[in-house]
């Protein structure tokens, strides 16, 4: 038998980060990694100069495992974060110390040592915890659609920790964080899969009734929206009116359905600009101009994609295709103040190139 390559050697991203108390740098380097997610802050100047917090962190081809601590914290998603960040992403955390009060657009509960709690990134959500340690995994939305029938459905619901599936589900996670260095890179794509099957069976059917949100019940769904608007995103017309139009909706039921996504414009938009993304960084479009993808995905002029790339990413999209050739999306270990980075980077969902 052939022995592995080096690039199927080739182990998982590998990030660890951790900043002491009473160091003002490093808590303010930490509350700039977290805002793709959060807007994050600790309860006030006494807090802030005694706050702790660190993480370890695996890349699985773009699921992202974090086996994290930190002091107390308040992380808010709110319409600010929904609109600087693309990430298009379910969450899935459970508590082996500490808790947290969760409230999810204007409904609130509490979230307790050993229970799971499902979020959805492109909702909003407020969660105030106390000294925490933590398990979380984050899926693209993309890795889930094919084994869920209606992702709108798990934003904040809660699998409760003496239930059997979240027992089987927080085996899994740890089993998964356990083997991740040992995992090799068609292993790791495995893993992936496996693991979005086994999220999507545990957290899809509701467990217990304790859902957070409300159905759709008539008309158009979310669900339907976003795979009209995924469908067109080339479309420099689409819009409110077009969604209107095709799908036989009110512009005020349009907007009603999209405001806790931030909106349907910028719903739109963050689309866009995820697909964009995805485009600069395949090798298969490495030799296609940018105003051609820019094109692509629905941008008409130039100048506002390369502007609205560099807000939501941090970078031009020409600079984004030159670092994902170079070295730096490819290290397998992270640390310092680079980590800080690249903790950003895999929050806004954009983690290996080549994974």
Not at 25 to 32: G, H, P, T, V, Y
Not at 33 to 53: C, G, I, K, V, W
Request: aromatic share 6%; hydrophobic share 40%.
């Amino acid at each position: 038998m052939d022995s592995p390559t080096p690039q199927m050697r080739r182990a998982p991203n590998l990030l660890n980060l951790h900043i002491h108390a009473g160091d003002a740098r490093e808590f303010e380097l930490w509350r700039s990694a977290y805002a793709p997610l959060y807007e994050m802050d600790a309860e006030s100047p006494t807090a802030r100069s005694a706050f702790s917090a660190g993480l370890t962190s695996y890349n699985l081809a773009n699921v992202v495992i974090i086996d994290g601590r930190s002091s107390a914290e308040t992380l808010e998603r709110n319409a600010r974060t929904l609109a600087r960040s693309n990430i298009d992403h379910i969450s899935l955390t459970v508590r082996s110390q500490g808790g947290f009060g969760l409230d999810i657009e204007g409904r609130a509960t509490e979230v307790h040592t050993g229970d799971i709690c499902v979020l959805d990134m492109t909702r909003r959500s407020t969660l105030r915890s106390t000294d925490y340690k933590s398990l979380t995994l984050v899926l693209p939305r993309t890795l889930l659609e094919p084994h869920v029938a209606d992702l709108d459905t798990l934003h904040g619901r809660i699998l409760p920790r003496d239930s059997a599936l979240n027992t089987m589900l927080a085996a899994h996670m740890r089993l998964l964080y356990a083997q991740a260095p040992a995992l090799m890179l068609p292993d790791i794509h495995a893993a992936a899969q496996a693991t979005a099957a086994m999220v999507a069976a545990f957290a899809g059917p509701s467990s217990d009734g304790r859902d957070m949100i409300a159905q759709i019940s008539a008309g158009a769904s979310l669900k339907a929206c976003r795979k009209m608007i995924d469908a067109n995103l080339h479309d420099p017309w689409m819009g409110p009116e077009f969604l209107c139009n095709k799908l036989g909706v009110s512009r005020a039921k349009l907007y009603r359905m999209f405001e806790p996504l931030g909106g349907v414009t910028l719903y739109i938009q963050r689309r866009r600009l995820m697909r964009a993304y995805r485009f600069t960084i395949d090798p298969a479009y490495a030799q296609e101009r940018i105003s051609a993808i820019a094109i692509r995905c629905g941008f008409g002029n130039v100048s506002v994609f390369n502007r609205a790339f560099r807000q939501a990413h941090g970078m031009s999209p020409t600079e984004l295709r030159a670092a994902s050739l170079s070295r730096e999306m490819h290290d397998t270990e992270l640390v310092g103040d680079r980590a800080f980075k690249t903790m950003d980077r895999w929050l806004r969902g954009e983690g290996v190139a080549a994974a």
